[in-house]
């Protein structure tokens, strides 16, 4: 993986001085490496193969050996996203409880059709994820860092009218 | 107490008595409520003495396994000639299983003032408390709290003015269930793929970053302050029936019951009360089955399950585990083939990968069981599921292969005619053809 053309660098000012406190905590570089990438999605809103190679640099690493853990993790993003990702629990305990309802609620009401795909505004992604540690609260929904409990398919739609 | 419920009578609030009381979240709501006093009176022993408490209290690891702390413990260096290292499994992510968060969402400080007294006890000056990564809420409340901590020099380089050096870090997951198996965990906080690793060596010779390092569970910490304020020998008589069964236990009640929740109870106590009186079946619903343990221990049908009594030897009694207290419930309207399949399915997309017979064994099991749902099953795939599930038991680096086969097989054991009903056609199918 090769930086072409204009790249804004991630790791400047403010987020560089954070970066350079994580690394304290750690005894090595690599140690940082799930924490850096945190701050490029928060950053970017996903994972680019540039930054990859900017966070490669900062932790002396390669970027294939970067682009290996981020491929590992399920919540970096290798692709852009709408404005607002939604991950919508579907597991046993949730699923005995409704779930796979609330996500064709989310998916009729956010107008994104399929699971995956994005809104014609752009405006929403919406997943299926499993478990997500919540189960006696069903359905667990996560909108970016949100993490709101007992969504019912009677919700959805306010819900979604929080997020322009 | 079963929060979001009011606590009933038959609980025993240990780790959940302030569940739901944001009071309780502050340093000085939680010095209030007795808070730190165990660290500090756990400072004033020796590492030995610690470890030896916790030993004979008898507490057991409340992350899956049942391991005793006080002996995990008892098998870090004596002689310290490297780093240390603590690491808090908070990566809760077996289904049916939400206690470490209410734990953290709740008490971060109970969890912080466990995992302190753990590492002084293991000799360890840093200390990761690994959160799964969608546990935004849980992290920024553990995160104020430890802050709070290191303000007032709870931690810190002095801690609590004892010479000790105490950090505690948060490190945050990205997403990956197998992150919560505990050598995945280390490879997870040292930058790597979250892919177990064979062991020996085991983690108390050479853990995280090739150090001596323990792994606990948030419950498990959160445990000890009690231990060391109230005496091992108090904790050790909390138990209603094995003895080798000690404390209190907090068991996540969910799926197909009228009050989802966190419910704390003894050792020992009767798993038909925990759902028939404390969580309560839906109105006019009966009983199917239930897993105690979390997703992957085997599935209890309702004469077992009212048989059952809740110690780790209790359940092993009725061909179950206890495992990490995720109490799944089916009533009479589950679709226990579907349900299962939807299991199966979490642990096909949680497999590293690493294993044959683990990724190609969940994937195969998932089809299968997709056919059958979809009414193109033959009689034969039941004795290939239970074939496939012998070929992923026992032959892996982690369980989690085994976990996938342990519903299924024992699905297929007790329910066997809700598949042949798929698969004679005297059930309609409800996928479309795989
Ligand atoms: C696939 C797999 C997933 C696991 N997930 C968790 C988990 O989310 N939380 C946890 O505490 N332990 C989990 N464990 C168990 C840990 O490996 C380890 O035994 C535990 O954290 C030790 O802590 P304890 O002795 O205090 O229970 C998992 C094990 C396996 C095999
Ligand atoms: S059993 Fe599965 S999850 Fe465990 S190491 Fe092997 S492939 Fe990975
Ligand atoms: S199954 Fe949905 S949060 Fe656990």
Redesign the pocket.
């Known amino acids: 993986m090769q930086v072409t053309g204009e790249y804004e660098p991630v790791f400047t000012g403010d987020r560089r001085a954070r970066l350079d406190a994580i690394l304290t905590r750690y005894p090595t570089k690599r140690a940082a490496l799930l924490p850096a990438l945190w701050m490029v999605q928060e950053a970017r809103g996903w994972i680019p193969d540039t930054a990859m190679v900017e966070v490669a640099q900062a932790l002396d690493l390669t970027a294939a050996y970067v682009k290996g853990v981020v491929t590992f993790y399920t919540m970096y993003h290798q692709h852009p996203v709408g404005r607002h990702f939604i991950q919508v ?7 005995l409880c409704g ?1 796979e309802d609330v996500v064709r609620a989310f998916l009729e009401h956010s107008g994104c059709g399929e699971l995956g795909a994005t809104s014609p505004d752009g405006r929403f992604t919406i997943v299926e994820v ?6 006696g ?4 929904v996560l909108i970016d860092d949100d993490f709101i409990d007992g969504v019912t398919v009677d919700k959805v739609r306010e819900l979604l009218a929080r997020y322009p | 107490m079963g929060y979001p419920h009011k606590p009933h009578q038959k609980e025993t609030v240990l780790l959940s008595q302030y569940f739901g009381d944001p009071e309780a979240r502050t340093y000085g709501g939680w010095v209030k409520r007795g808070g730190y006093e165990a660290l500090k009176k756990a400072l004033g022993m020796s590492p030995a003495e610690v470890v030896e408490v916790v030993k004979v209290s008898g507490l057991r690891g409340r992350g899956g396994a049942g391991f005793p702390a006080g002996v995990k413990w008892s098998f870090m260096p004596k002689e310290k000639s490297k780093p240390h290292y603590l690491c808090c499994n908070a990566d809760e992510s077996e ?4 206690k470490d968060r209410e734990i953290m969402r709740w008490t971060p400080h109970a969890l912080i003032e466990g995992c302190a007294i753990a590492m002084h006890a293991i000799q360890a000056e840093v200390g990761y408390i690994y959160i799964r990564g969608e546990f935004t809420e849980a992290i920024r409340i553990m995160q104020a709290a430890l802050d709070e901590a290191y303000k007032v020099g709870t931690l810190g380089a002095n801690a609590m003015g004892s010479g000790r050096r105490l950090d505690i870090w948060i490190h945050r997951g990205a997403g990956a269930y197998i992150c919560g198996e505990e050598t995945a965990l280390m490879n997870s906080i040292e930058g790597r793929r979250g892919n177990p690793r064979i062991r020996p060596p085991f983690p108390a010779q050479a853990g995280v970053f090739g150090m001596p390092t323990t792994v606990n569970n948030v419950e498990t910490l959160t445990s000890v302050p009690h231990i060391i304020n109230r005496g091992a020998e108090w904790y050790q008589k909390l138990s209603l029936s094995n003895p080798k069964s000690s404390g209190t236990k907090l068991f996540s009640v ?1 799926g197909h019951v009228a009050r989802p929740g966190n419910y704390e109870v003894t050792m020992g106590f009767p798993l038909k009360d925990l759902i028939y009186d404390l969580a309560g079946l839906r109105d006019g619903r009966t009983l199917k089955a239930c897993q105690p343990g979390g997703s992957s221990v085997p599935i209890l049908d309702r004469a077992e399950t009212e048989a059952c009594l809740l110690d780790y030897e209790g359940c092993v009694g009725q061909g179950t585990m206890l495992g990490s207290g995720g109490l799944i419930v089916f009533d009479d309207s589950a679709d226990m083939v579907y349900q299962i399949m939807r299991l199966t399915r979490f642990y096909a997309h949680e497999s590293c990968a690493q294993c044959t017979q683990c990724r190609e064994g969940t994937g195969w099991t998932v089809r299968i069981l997709e056919r059958i749902l979809s009414g193109k099953g033959t009689m034969g795939d039941l004795d290939l599921l239970l074939d496939i599930g012998e070929q992923m038991t026992g032959k892996t680096i982690c369980v989690l292969s085994d976990s996938c086969a342990v519903p299924v097989v024992s699905g297929i054991k007790k329910f066997r005619g809700e598949f042949e009903a798929y698969i004679t056609g005297a059930r309609k199918p409800v996928l479309a053809v795989a």
């Open positions: 629990c579907t597991t046993t305990p949730c699923n779930a499993e478990c997500l540690g919540a189960c609260f069903a359905t667990p | 289904p049916g299983t939400f969910c």
